[in-house]
């Protein structure tokens, strides 16, 4: 990962906008740079993974205009070779490096044509406007927020410009920001159309743009690694990666000392595709240490993202630590598309898209939020293949119909697609769902329950809740981690719409907890 900080005009002073910067150092830990451009402020920290050299080094300061971007723009290389032929010339091998042209020559149309997770922040020299935007799910994060003098701020995390505005906004996913309006270019939830395919057309294409989804994300100038957890989703990326790669891949699980439950399916994944396997054991001791500084990492108090970060953040930092790892593949955002174990309960196959729209318009709150966080705090590059933006703008125009759970097992469609390839082991492919938080042992959520119980009284929780309107916490668990959020962003809790939890207008979804264990329908999962 990288960060990027820009301000649209001079109301701080290069040192004050200096440290906002730095606040993020742990993104970018290779260089920082920070530049002033017009009436205003670029700066940029650097983890190198594409084009290595010192002029691949951010911000770009073009004769037109001026960027900083966080991303990994894919099928860059044939963009550069057009533009090329128009005249353009480029320093370095850096992906990024082709935006400040796209802008000049296509303008803001470029965003459509960018097949990439970014965030970015351009200043156009000519008319001395500042433009910002963000991929179409929001892999890449950014925020914003307004300035007492009515300048623009814009951040890739909310603690990079906490105390310089008043109100911290995400900035949306699928839109770009020019003269103070924003405007949108791509909506991700939104079907113009669905496809009324047969089940092996369906299955072929989900099959083949996954691949093509993984293939993108396996270039890179520096090692890539494999977050495995044994579950589908991750299995599959892992499966899919070890066919193309002449190389064992890098692959690494995390599990509670006592009671884990995904070790032992990710050592069986590991041992089909022969990667060079590393687990990390972690204990009570590890979650409960760790829980404050996890919580700050991310800038959410919600209550599922925070649980299942606990052992995402600390298996990254063990790979930080202990490889030369630089990108990290990932499996999130399968289940927003294909379903969680609540949507089986979903009534009819309208209610299951209506709900796989409002978890891909908000997964940049959740999800995305918390592989973002865990994965850059510790210095590391995620890439995500299931937010392959052909493969969910595919995956989401499916006959709703056909994702509905109509076959006694979840996520169907995704499991057959890969049946006839003997990717991983059959007994993975059609293992039941667990949660990423219970699957690295049910003991860590029972752990944080109990750090909460021995918190609050009963009365001090009563009284604590008082404190809260937006997202008010329902449990001692909620009120510790609002707590501990308000102590580093005070006052900004909207960043995160509500807690993520299952839709209560379903029958058998009306719980007070966001775990899946808590689900009539949970079974084996929990094995």
């Known amino acids: 990962m990288c960060s990027i900080l820009g301000c649209t005009g001079k109301d701080f002073t290069f040192d004050e906008i200096k440290e906002a910067l730095l606040k993020t150092v742990s993104r970018g830990p290779d260089a920082s740079r920070l530049m002033e451009v017009g009436n205003g402020y670029l700066g940029f920290n650097r983890l190198s993974i594409m084009g290595l050299t010192d002029e691949g080094m951010q911000p770009f300061d073009k004769e037109d205009s001026v960027c900083v971007c966080n991303g ?69 994060p950014l925020y914003y927020g307004l300035t007492k003098e009515g300048s623009y701020l814009f951040a890739s995390e909310p603690k990079n410009i906490i105390g310089l505005t008043e109100e911290i906004k995400p ?29 092996d057309e369906i299955t072929k ?34 499966g899919i990666a070890a066919k193309m790669l002449d190389k064992p891949l890098e692959t690494w699980a995390i599990g509670m000392d006592i009671d884990a439950i995904d070790l032992k399916y990710a050592r069986e994944v590991a041992d089909y595709i022969h990667s060079n396997h590393h687990e990390v054991i972690i204990t009570k001791q ?65 209610e299951f898209q ?31 293949p299931f ?24 996520k169907y ?47 001090a929780f009563a009284e604590g809740i008082k404190k809260y309107t937006h997202a008010k916490p329902f449990t001692k668990e909620s009120l510790l981690y609002r707590d501990i959020f308000e102590k580093y962003y005070p006052g900004q809790s909207e960043m995160v719409v509500d807690f993520w939890m299952p839709n209560k207008n379903w029958e058998g979804c009306n719980v007070n907890d966001p775990s899946a264990r808590v689900l009539s329908n949970y079974g084996e999962s929990g094995k």
């Open 72 to 140: 990994e723009i894919y099928g860059f290389r044939e963009i550069k070779k057009k533009l090329e032929k128009k005249g353009y010339t480029f320093k370095s091998d850096s992906d990024c490096e082709i935006l400040p042209a796209m802008y000049v020559e296509y303008g803001t149309m470029m965003f459509q044509m960018l097949d990439a997770e970014y965030a970015m922040i351009l200043y156009d020299k000519k008319s001395g406007s500042f433009i910002a935007a963000r991929d179409p799910i929001g892999i890449r």
């Open 171 to 199: 900035f949306p996913p699928g839109h770009y920001f020019e003269n103070g309006t924003f405007f949108k270019y791509r909506d991700m939830s939104e079907v113009k159309e669905f496809s009324y395919d047969d089940m």
């Open 205 to 238: 294409k989900i099959h083949d743009k996954l691949v093509k989804g993984v293939e993108k994300r396996l270039d890179s100038d520096t090692p890539v690694g494999f977050l495995l957890s044994g579950g589908l989703d991750s299995s599959l990326v892992c």
């Open 413 to 459: 469609l995704l499991r057959k697609a890969f049946e006839e390839d003997h990717l991983i082991p059959e007994s993975i492919l059609w293992r039941e769902k667990a949660a990423f938080s219970d699957a690295v042992g049910h003991s860590l959520k029972d752990d944080l329950a109990e750090l909460a119980e021995a918190s609050y009284t009963d009365e």
């Open 354 to 384: 209506k709900e796989s729209e409002k978890r891909i318009r908000e997964i940049h709150m959740y999800d995305v939020l918390r592989a973002d966080r865990c994965i850059s705090v510790n210095s590391l590059e995620a890439r995500v």
């Open 286 to 350: 590890d979650v409960c240490d760790a829980l404050e500084e996890v919580i700050k990492a991310l800038g959410t108090y919600d209550i599922t993202t925070v649980r299942a970060s606990m052992g995402m953040y600390l298996l990254c930092k063990a790979i930080h630590e202990d490889s030369d790892l630089r990108v990290i593949l990932t499996g999130e955002i399968s289940d927003e598309i294909f379903g969680y174990k609540y949507t089986d309960f979903a009534p009819n196959a309208t």
């Open 387 to 410: 937010g392959d933006l052909d493969f969910v703008e595919y995956c989401m125009s499916i006959d709703p119909e056909k994702k509905l759970n109509t076959y006694g097992k979840g």
